[in-house]
């Protein structure tokens, strides 16, 4: 991911010199048969996702390409077995070579026609490969969650819209600092192939995960997301009682959501670009379990679900 907070500034000063409210988001018509929301929060077990980052890192960096990278494929494939798991292979030529980049995709079924797409990287940078960092935060925390969040939508029927959960490959920049051509190599290869098979068409939100697992936990809020599906999230964090934790700060990011939203896919990226004072953590070997928090896990993962839940009524 790469952020822009200077953009910020000149946000706020135009929205006010302007007087620009934030688009309101579109009045919800649930149809006749949907249930009422139920007044329970989403259940999200955020000690086995904290097992799983545990899991994930004790492999160690896992560039693409690398054998710790397959080694964590393997992991993440074999608490969907029994799901329906596409994989999505291809191979990229970057200036350091060929790869292979490898996206997985877990489906679970609804009984409404559209899909919501929940989205994490799993890799660690190319060009930090030889140095001892696992990003725990960045590529672990998010990958865990999911695996947790299949965890709960597995043998449930689902009345809402199909779930698809994405771990998706090479978001890191194969550059340092971040190169827009050499980054995102997974999600812009899915979003094409998905566009052309005409999938696209029916994902109503893609909801992509980065950096969420910090355990001083702000969620800011991406500039560049799709304004009624920010609005969406922080509506299903007060219903949660988590909106504290929520778009404290306003950025611009960009990140794994930015090849849907260039084919005009509603995106929302949650994302705490501030990891430890000034982001001092953010790929560097500091980048370990010990700056994460499991509540942060079931904040976030209980928003997500809670999202879903309010995709599923609109
Ligand atoms: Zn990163």
Redesign the pocket.
Known sequence: ?KTLTTFLACFLITAYAHGAPATPAPNPTPAATQAPLPDTPPTFNASRAMQYVKEIVAFGPRPIGSENHRKVENYILSHLKGDTVEQDNFEITASEGKFPVHNIIAKFPGGRDGIIVIASHYDT?WPLRNIKYV?AN??VSSSALLLEIANELRGTKREGYSVWLLWDDAE?SMKLPWNDPESLYGVRHLAQKWQDDGTLKKVKAFLLEDMIGDANLNVDRDQQSTAWLEDLIYQAATRVGYQSHFFARAIYETDDHVPFLQRGVPAADLIDADYGYNNVF??TTEDTVDKLSPKSLAIVGTVTLETVRLLDQK
């Open positions: 991911m940078n990003g960045d590529g890191e953010w790929h």
